[in-house]
């Protein structure tokens, strides 16, 4: 079963026109689908996974709120370093 798919008009300034058709052409594909995919690629980094079967806009607003702003990897306790590693 296919995603819903909204559908947007968009304005882009001509020199960013200009820039991402080219990026398109090297790539050979579709400046449409170029940005397509150059959206998707976007909204998908930094979004952490949602656990399985969590739906309320809610919760999956919280999911990431806490992250760590130094790598777990440097903090010595271990409970602290097994919450957030979650």
Do not use: C
């Not at 995919?37 to 806490?66: F, H, Q, W, Y």
């Amino acid at each position: 079963m296919q995603e819903a798919v909204t559908r947007k008009l968009i304005d882009i300034k001509a020199p960013v026109f200009r820039a991402l058709s080219n990026k398109a052409r090297r790539e050979g594909v579709s400046l449409k689908r170029y940005i397509e995919n150059l959206l998707e690629s976007d909204a998908s980094a930094g979004i952490p996974d949602a656990p399985e079967g969590v739906t309320d806009p809610k919760i999956l607003s919280l999911i990431g709120m806490a992250k760590p702003t130094v790598p777990v990897d440097n903090i010595d306790d271990d409970k602290l370093h097994y919450i957030l590693s979650k």
